[in-house]
Structure formats: structure tokens, C-alpha cells
């Protein structure tokens, strides 16, 4: 069993399958209810901070290389750029259902809710 604390996961580099940077880790959101991890917050775009976008992505689209020191996503940027983001002060209210689904399907990843596991 690997575990990691989410303060060591906040910060760190995401990178996309062929190993360019495209953000950070903002922030890993907790399903309280489920004990889950809902989805983490990738801070992508802009330049210093300025006219970047904050994205709520399904964590289980994230896979953590421990030898590079960074967390893979299997998303081009491009589909980053056409995706619904928020900003800093506005984030998603991920306990409206219909939000979460459209976040897991528009990714391609099945709802953690609906798993048996």
C-alpha cells in the first residue's frame, strides 16, 4: 500500500502523457460522506498565476509517478482549453450531482459514487 499525505500532493507538477507540463496540483477535495477523494483541483494556464484557470478533474484520471516526482494526466491540452473552469473566488459546488457527473463523463471516467469498491 502506497500512501501520501494531501500536502504532499498540493504543489506538485502534473504533466500529460507526453511529459509536458500543464499545472499544478491547487487543491485534493475530500467526499466526507463516501471517504473518497472527489476530485483535485489543477491550477493550468496563464503566466506567474495571471489568467489561469482552476479545473475540477476526477482523481482517479491521475496516476503518481514517484520516480519523476510528478502526477501524470491522460488529458491533451487541448481538452483542457474547451473545458468548463472556474477561478480562484468561484469554485464548483461538487455536492450538485449533476455538476459531478458532467466533470466524470466529460473526462471519461466512471462516478466513484456509483462503484461497488
Do not use: C
Request: hydrophobic letters at 40%; a negative charge.
Amino acid at each position: 500500500m502506497h500512501v501520501l499525505s494531501a500536502d504532499s500532493i498540493v504543489g506538485t507538477r502534473v504533466q500529460n502523457m507526453d511529459s509536458e507540463d500543464i499545472g499544478t496540483i491547487k487543491a485534493v477535495m475530500i467526499d466526507l460522506a463516501h471517504g473518497r477523494i472527489a476530485y483535485a483541483v489543477l491550477d493550468f494556464g496563464g503566466f506567474f498565476g495571471i489568467g489561469n484557470k482552476l479545473f475540477a478533474l476526477p482523481w482517479s484520471g491521475f496516476k503518481i509517478n514517484t520516480e519523476r516526482e510528478v502526477i501524470m494526466l491522460d488529458v491533451d491540452k487541448e481538452k483542457l482549453e474547451n473545458a468548463s473552469g472556474f477561478d480562484k473566488d468561484n469554485w464548483p459546488d461538487m455536492s450538485n450531482m449533476d455538476f459531478a457527473t458532467e466533470i466524470y463523463s466529460y473526462y471519461g471516467n466512471d462516478p466513484y459514487w456509483k462503484s461497488t469498491v
